[in-house]
């Protein structure tokens, strides 16, 4: 795996910032495909368990420093920690190295609302929840704002009002509908079948392109075959048509893919040969 944690893409500059590697069972990660198939790709731990990185983007631009994601947080408990094999979070002290504060960043983009993406908006303080990044806006999909605050029976045991509320009673929530531009160049694209409402985050400038795929496409292996989904996608199909649509224009515009949970492949690019699409590390 490349150890480069930063790149230029045009006038922007992105830093891959980790909350640490968890451990998931390699079963939800990979969904049908059978266990002597996907071993060969993700080599288990005696819980039947998969590293996956947490890895959360920093983006740079002229005017704006933006954060996608905030990982699993401070506030997992012991027990939590235990099952996810994760002794701690990184994801502030690893922004400190790169120089900033929570106050620094001005926009956090969730790609939806499950725990290891969204664990890290809010902290205790002073025995209170409040949002971890005191100046932000988060931008979220209504769709998914709406999907989070109404949980049902398969989704109330990942969607945790601990990470969502204290942005609404805190005004600094943004709920967008669709496509939309955040700041110049950077773009939340949905992009459902994880979630009813996921949105992946495409990032354009001075003629190259980048695209932060998250849970459409969780490992590099998943972009690749377009019938690896995890357990968890609440449309599988729909993940499957979603990955050939960005695979498409992946190809097109030779973009920059950036997988939020591969803990070997970062950063890569699709490349087409004989008709076959893999993706090379970048």
């Given at each position: 795996m490349s150890q480069e944690r930063t790149r230029r893409l045009g006038n922007v500059v992105l830093h891959l910032v980790s909350d640490g590697i968890c451990w998931m069972d390699g079963g939800a990660i990979f969904g049908v495909v059978p266990k002597t198939i996907w071993q060969r790709v993700a080599e288990p731990d005696p819980q039947n368990r998969v590293p996956m990185e947490l890895n959360c983007l920093l983006i740079e631009t002229c005017d704006e420093v933006i954060l996608v994601n905030?990982?699993?947080g401070p506030k997992m408990s012991p027990k939590e920690r235990e099952i996810y094999r994760i002794p701690e979070s990184r994801l502030l002290a690893n922004l400190a190295e790169l120089g900033f504060g929570p106050e620094d960043i001005h926009i956090v983009i969730n790609t939806?609302?499950?725990?290891?993406?969204?664990?890290?908006n809010t902290m205790y303080k002073d025995g209170k929840l409040v949002p971890t990044f005191p100046k932000a806006t988060y931008v979220v999909q209504e769709q998914e704002w709406h999907d989070a605050t109404h949980p049902n029976e398969r989704t109330r045991a990942v969607y945790l009002a601990e990470?969502?509320?204290?942005?609404?009673?805190r005004h600094q929530l943004r709920l967008i509908r669709g496509e939309e531009h955040i700041v110049e160049g950077i773009r939340c694209l949905p992009t459902p079948g994880h979630t009813f409402g996921h949105q992946s985050v495409a990032i354009e400038s001075a003629g190259e392109a980048a695209i932060f795929l998250s849970d459409m496409a969780p490992w590099a292996v998943h972009l690749e075959r377009l019938a690896w989904t995890t357990a968890f996608d609440v449309q599988p199909l729909q993940t499957v048509d979603v990955k050939r649509s960005v695979r498409q224009w992946a190809l097109r515009s030779n973009a920059l893919l950036i997988f939020e949970h591969d803990p070997r492949v970062p950063?890569?690019?699709l490349q087409e040969d004989a008709g076959v699409l893999r993706v090379v590390e970048a």
């Amino acid at each position: 795996m490349s150890q480069e944690r930063t790149r230029r893409l045009g006038n922007v500059v992105l830093h891959l910032v980790s909350d640490g590697i968890c451990w998931m069972d390699g079963g939800a990660i990979f969904g049908v495909v059978p266990k002597t198939i996907w071993q060969r790709v993700a080599e288990p731990d005696p819980q039947n368990r998969v590293p996956m990185e947490l890895n959360c983007l920093l983006i740079e631009t002229c005017d704006e420093v933006i954060l996608v994601n905030t990982g699993f947080g401070p506030k997992m408990s012991p027990k939590e920690r235990e099952i996810y094999r994760i002794p701690e979070s990184r994801l502030l002290a690893n922004l400190a190295e790169l120089g900033f504060g929570p106050e620094d960043i001005h926009i956090v983009i969730n790609t939806h609302l499950h725990p290891d993406h969204c664990g890290g908006n809010t902290m205790y303080k002073d025995g209170k929840l409040v949002p971890t990044f005191p100046k932000a806006t988060y931008v979220v999909q209504e769709q998914e704002w709406h999907d989070a605050t109404h949980p049902n029976e398969r989704t109330r045991a990942v969607y945790l009002a601990e990470n969502l509320l204290p942005l609404e009673e805190r005004h600094q929530l943004r709920l967008i509908r669709g496509e939309e531009h955040i700041v110049e160049g950077i773009r939340c694209l949905p992009t459902p079948g994880h979630t009813f409402g996921h949105q992946s985050v495409a990032i354009e400038s001075a003629g190259e392109a980048a695209i932060f795929l998250s849970d459409m496409a969780p490992w590099a292996v998943h972009l690749e075959r377009l019938a690896w989904t995890t357990a968890f996608d609440v449309q599988p199909l729909q993940t499957v048509d979603v990955k050939r649509s960005v695979r498409q224009w992946a190809l097109r515009s030779n973009a920059l893919l950036i997988f939020e949970h591969d803990p070997r492949v970062p950063w890569g690019r699709l490349q087409e040969d004989a008709g076959v699409l893999r993706v090379v590390e970048a």
